[in-house]
């Protein structure tokens, strides 16, 4: 059974800061992954997808990377801003499309 | 192009009443996915429907839980008696197929009671 996790659970920066978020998942064995964002009351919108067969992928001042064989993906956030704040959810897709979400990482960007 | 739409947007029971959602896909998204959110938690994945038909129910409690998608269109999901635990966020998703990015309703918040 796949398992998602994310650390930190939440972090708080100030505005400018580039920062990390990470996530891990137990099988290795994933047709991609996925990072969204959460606002709160709101649903999730989707950030990034990497395949499996990519080792990252950027839009804009985002960067996510992806190490399958260690089970491992991070999301860049290059010059935060306070509009950034939100949580952030990784998602792996081990197959027919179910995809297997972490905890989140609630992110506060202060100015 | 709208979003995928869902309602009511808020809702409160009492236990052992029955409560149904509705979720509209985008228009042309073959795949509809119903997800349970917690607070706290990442969404679980209750059922998913390719056009009218399920393709994964695994995690639904079916003792209590319904779900359909008639015509391959809009769904509904229902609960049926509502207990204390069932408190959530009910997150609607659709895709284009299995293999596309999924797009995300803003969720019907449910407290049970």
């Known amino acids: 059974k796949q398992e998602v996790t994310q650390i930190p659970a939440a972090l708080s920066v100030p505005e400018g800061e580039n920062l990390v978020l990470n996530c891990s998942f137990t099988?290795?064995?994933?047709?991609?992954l996925q990072w969204f964002r959460q606002d709160p009351g709101k649903g999730l919108t989707s950030l990034l997808l990497i395949q499996s067969s990519q080792r990252e992928q950027t839009s804009g001042r985002l960067n996510a990377s992806l190490d399958k064989s260690s089970g491992r993906s991070t999301l860049y956030i290059a010059a935060s801003q306070p509009g950034d704040s939100a949580t952030y959810l990784c998602a792996v897709n081990s197959g027919y499309s179910t995809l297997t979400f972490g905890k989140g990482t609630m992110l506060l960007v202060s100015p | 192009e709208a979003g995928v739409a869902q309602s009511p947007r808020y809702k409160i029971i009492e236990k052992r009443q029955s409560v149904a959602f509705w979720c509209n896909p985008i228009s042309g998204h073959a795949t509809l996915y119903w997800y349970q959110q917690i607070l706290g938690q990442g969404p679980k994945l209750l059922i998913q429907f390719q056009n009218n038909g399920v393709v994964d129910d695994s995690q639904l409690p079916k003792d209590r839980f319904s779900a359909e998608r008639l015509k391959g269109v809009d769904s509904t999901l229902k609960i049926q008696p509502a207990k204390l635990e069932d408190s959530a966020v009910y997150l609607c998703?659709?895709?284009?197929?299995?293999?596309?990015?999924?797009?995300f309703g803003p969720g019907t918040r449910l407290l049970v009671l």
């Open positions: 998703a659709s895709s284009l197929n299995s293999a596309e990015t999924q797009y």
């Open positions: 099988d290795s064995a994933i047709y991609n």
